[in-house]
């Protein structure tokens, strides 16, 4: 392949890497000012013609929810009893001081072999309070709730709309298989797992005792997940409660303030610690991977006759850093309340 031709192609495929890369951004931006008719028009309306900032009013302004939600006759259901602005502050100050520790945490300086020692050390303590922190729970629901496992299974098992859940359809087969083969490759192929098993990895005997520790670890966090979505399912008919919050929900309906703190401790730590890690990773992937080889073909920059490229290294990290986060902070806001995780 000639040359000319070969770096055409790779350019070209830069090109529409960044293009597929944005345009999430681009959409969410877009969307954020159409009216509410163009939401889910087909074909969609990229750039609308009537652009408006009345989406950004219902979001903050309680007031202007419910007049919304009443125009609409009932065809919208909008949660409206309190202001989003303390949602606003309080995740605001969570997604600035993770921006904070992930930039202190991996980008201090440039070093191919630097290991970040202090963030393993955390990510390790948290991993013992999310287990243990999940394991009271579990272990409160199935044998404080209920009788041990037996009832627990048994009392859902007695109720029609659960007892079809203990048995997969021919038809779900499919489905079943490759959300398990998406999940097993998920828990290698994540930048943050890869971060932690091969970037941060001092000595390879550490990786003797995490192939059966590991593997251990999971077992013993998903030995209640059942128990607990069962018990939610029979806490809170009729999905008015969201599944991902029933490890906090449950024990708050029974009065058992104090665990559910323990369970939002171990929540929140392994949350945090797990955008540490993802933004860390991530950052270096995209300054080396996007951003790097894009400045280096731009000859009229002249990167490749400056000496020390450090400075700006770090500088596309932590752009990097604070971009993911706010993508992250923008989902949560406008997407994350319409999906649930499981």
Request: overall charge negative.
């Amino acid at each position: 392949m000639p040359q000319a031709l070969s770096t055409f192609l790779k350019r070209l495929a830069v090109i529409a890497a960044m293009a597929f890369a944005f345009l999430p951004i681009f959409w969410l931006f877009s969307t954020s000012v159409k009216p509410y008719d163009e939401w889910a028009a087909w074909p969609p309306v990229w750039i609308t013609e009537q652009p408006t900032l009345q989406n950004y009013r219902i979001v903050f302004f309680p007031a202007a929810a419910r007049e919304f939600a009443a125009g609409q006759a009932g065809s919208l259901d909008y949660k409206v009893s309190g202001s989003a602005w303390k949602a606003f502050e309080d995740s605001a100050i969570i997604s600035t001081c993770a921006t904070f520790f992930s930039i202190l945490f991996g980008t201090r300086h440039i070093d191919a072999s630097e290991h970040h020692e202090g963030m393993v050390a955390a990510i390790a303590f948290e991993s013992i309070v999310k287990l243990l922190a999940f394991l009271a729970v579990g272990i409160f629901v199935t044998f404080g709730l209920y009788g041990g496992f037996g009832d627990l299974f048994a009392k859902a098992a007695a109720r029609p709309d659960l007892a079809k859940l203990f048995v997969v359809d021919s038809g779900a087969y499919g489905q079943w298989i490759t959300l398990t083969v998406l999940s097993m490759a998920a828990i290698i192929c994540l930048p943050r797992q890869f971060q932690v098993t091969v970037v941060e990895n001092v000595d390879e005997d550490h990786l003797r005792k995490a192939v059966w520790l590991f593997p251990l670890y999971l077992l013993a966090i998903n030995i209640f997940v059942l128990p607990i979505a069962f018990a939610g399912m029979m806490q809170f008919p009729g999905g008015n409660v969201d599944a991902d919050t029933f490890v906090l929900t449950v024990p708050m309906a029974a009065k058992q303030e104090g665990l559910a703190l323990f369970a939002y401790i171990g929540g929140l730590s392994a949350a945090t610690a797990m955008v540490i890690v993802a933004t860390i990773a991530l950052s270096t992937m995209v300054c080396n991977d996007l951003v790097m080889p894009v400045l280096l073909r731009l000859t009229w920059l002249r990167l490749t006759e400056r000496g020390d490229l450090s400075q700006l290294l770090l500088a596309i990290r932590r752009g990097s850093i604070i971009l993911i986060v706010l993508l992250g902070y923008g989902y949560f806001h406008y997407i994350g309340e319409s999906y649930a995780l499981v």
